[in-house]
């Protein structure tokens, strides 16, 4: 994507930053709930504290206030833009979080459209879909998930409305077990049904790079506050087609190119402003931006194969910890980013939760994870696995990021050895 700016608008200095991908916290805290909502990283922090004084109005504007911050609003556009890999005639939409794109992006579907989803998602990405949606079961594995969606676009192909769209609603990296979708095979499968594919990127962009052109996948949907830049903004990213034929997501000013005297004469813009009306958060696309620029110039592999190590530390102190069973959707190899869910035998999740930070100042996430069907579902596969019918309903989750040391790690697990 390309966005062209004045040159003659005002410029904005990057301060250096020693690490700016070194995260905020407060000392002494383990926050180890990194997926529900990652820490501020310095460059965010550092990107919004520039900016302030300079806040403004963003477009239409002309006083240099207004002009410095439209030019870093657009900027921000073109950084995460860059950093997704999107391509020329795509669209960049600030919205507030993934579920906030998705519902745009449901709000803009062609009508007849059936999306496809698998009962593993998040319920952003099960909740906003239209009636007659497909739900596809909960797969053993990726291969399983590949021929799952290459059988139910089949039986669609063939249904009684041929040429009507059909969209594939899939995430990226699960929110219970960490777990990696195969996106790139379930795009290619799609792609040979002549369908549109989807990626809820949420958990999986804050820890492996994406790239939507690579995936070759219509649409991209994330949060900032997944990608340590926590003030409120996600994207919604990709074709602009489906986009620009929809109703604005909201009516309002900046969505509008023309509003004449009677009521419902108004002609709406194209391009992300159609569906960004109203005073932008400014302050959260920079923010994100900042990381995604961070992130672009780090060393991706080193930071993968850190979390890597700490991922394996935590999920094999967790297998020798007899009243400790792990939850997992498909086997215990599969690749997956850094989010391990596990239950306590004979425990209720909540209490535990609890004991960990009064007790020891560890911060994880208890619950069924806006997931309910899988994290139901693994519930009961645990409870087969190990054979113990004791497990709670309801689980833990510890989840890692940038800032979580091994440490962090020796800490929780030492922690539910020695549960009282």
Known sequence: MTVTLAPSLPTISTPSRPDPLGVLGVPGEINLDHAASAPCARAAADAVAELLP???SVHRGAGALSRRCTLAYERARETVADFLGARPDDHVIFTRNTTDALNLLARALPAGTT?????????ANLLPWPRGSVRLPVPDGPGGAVRSLDAALSELSRDA??????????????????ERWPVADLARVARRHGARILVDAAQLAPHAPVDLAALDVDYLALSGH?????????????????????????????????????????????????????TPNLLGAVALAAVCAA???????????????LLARLRAGIAALPHVVELR???????????????????????????LATAHRIGVRDGL????PLARRLLTEAATRSGRGDLPPTALRASLGLGTTRADVDTLLTALATLP
Not at 164 to 170: K, N, R, T
């Open 295 to 309: 992130l672009a110039d780090a060393d991706r592999d080193a930071l993968h194969a850190r979390e890597q190590a």
């Open 369 to 372: 994870f806006c997931a309910h």
């Open 115 to 123: 999306v496809v989803t698998f009962a593993g998602e998040h319920h």
């Open 161 to 178: 409305r041929p040429g009507l769209p059909v969209l594939v609603a899939v995430t990226g990296a699960s929110n219970v077990t960490g």
């Open 54 to 56: 300079w806040y403004a």
């Open 329 to 355: 959707t498909f086997g215990p190899d599969a690749p997956r980013v850094g989010i391990v869910s596990f239950v306590v035998a004979g425990r209720d999740s909540a209490e535990v939760a609890a004991h």
């Open 226 to 278: 997944k990608l340590y830049a926590p003030f409120g903004a996600g994207v919604l990213v990709g074709c602009s087609d489906w986009l620009d034929a929809a109703p604005p997501y909201l009516a309002g000013g900046g969505a509008t190119s023309h509003v004449g005297a009677a009521t419902h004469e108004v002609r709406w813009a194209t391009g992300p402003a159609r569906h960004e009306a109203g």
